[in-house]
C-alpha cells in the first residue's frame, strides 16, 4: 500500500521523492518486517530516497526495542537524500520526539554512527517550540557540525536509485482493497484510543497507549494555552486550567484546529456551570462572548447534545 502510495506521488511530483523513517510509539501486532527490512524494500520497489531521522531512530530504541545501529546497517544508505537531528525527552518509559528539547548526546551518537557509514548530503537540526538562546543553539549547531564534519556535507542533489536486491516475494502489483481497508479500520481505532479514550486496540501495550494519550493532551493543552492565554488566568493559574483542559479532552478529539478547541473547552465548562467561583465563571463568560458574539450555553444545551448523541 505504501509503495503504491509512493509511485502515485512520484508520478505528481517534479522533483525525486525522500521517505522519513518513523519514531515509533508502541509495536504494531503481528509485524513481519523489521525496520531495515521494510525500508530497504521500500526503495527497492520503488527507487524513493530515504530522509534518516536519527532521532527517531532513538525513539525506536527506547519505545520499541530496536538497535538503531542494526538498523543503519541494515538500510541501503546509498539511497540518503538528508539527515534529521532532533531533541526530545523520556516521560513514563515513552520517549517523546518534541523537537523542543536539547539534542541529547544519545542521538549524537547515532549521528556519529551514520557519518561512519556515509557522507550525508545535508543535515538539519529540527526545533519547533521553545527555543533556547541564541549562544545555546549555536552550541547545539556547533556539536552537529563536530560530528559530521564539513567535508561530510554536500550540497549535491539527490537522484533517483535502485538497488541490485532480490525482489520480495509473492509482491502484488497493487494494494488489495480489502488489506487496505483493514489497515485502515485497525488504524482508525487505535487513533482513537490515542485522542477520544476509546479502548485500546487487541494487540497493542496498554499501558504505553495510554501514556501516549495522556501526553497528546498535555501537548493540546499546552498549544491551547498558548493560544489563549486568558484561560489559566481565568481559571486560577496552570495546573487547576490543566486538570479541567485533560478532564475535557479525555474522550473530545479536536475537530477544527486550536483556537477552535479553546472556545469548544470554554463551552464545555459553561454547560457545567464551571467554574465554580461565580467571577471567574462571569470572566469566563465575557471571555466566550468576545470570540464567538453569542449567549454563553447553558445546560439545556447539553441536554439536547445527549439526546442527539444517544440517537446517533
Known sequence: MLCENVRIAQDALPVPLALENIAALVSWPGEELTEGQFLTELVERT??????????????????????FVVLDAIPLEALAYVHVAGGVERDGVWHDTH????????????????????PPGVLLERDDDFPAEAELAGELAAIRGVVGAEGLSPARPSPVRLNLPPAPHTPTGPDQRART??????AALLSALVAGTPVPEGFDRQRVRVQSRALAA???GVVAKLAPELPGILGGEGPYREAFLAYAR????????????????????????PADPAARRRLT???????????????????RTLVGRAA
Open 47 to 68: 527507487g524513493v530516497r530515504l530522509l534518516i531521522d536519527v532521532a527517531n531512530l532513538h525513539t525506536n530504541r527506547v519505545n520499541r526495542g530496536e538497535d538503531p
Open 286 to 304: 465575557s471571555w466566550w462572548q468576545d470570540r464567538v458574539g453569542a449567549r454563553p450555553p447553558r445546560r439545556i444545551v447539553r441536554w439536547a
Open 182 to 187: 483493514s489497515v485502515g479500520v485497525e488504524q
Open 100 to 119: 523542543a528539547h536539547p539534542v541529547p548526546a544519545v542521538v549524537l551518537d547515532i549521528l556519529a554512527e551514520l557519518r561512519k557509514r556515509v557522507a
Open 251 to 274: 474522550n473530545r478529539p479536536m475537530t477544527a484546529g486550536y483556537r477552535r478547541d479553546a472556545l469548544d473547552f470554554a463551552e464545555h465548562l459553561l454547560i457545567r456551570d464551571l
Open 219 to 221: 501537548k493540546r493543552a
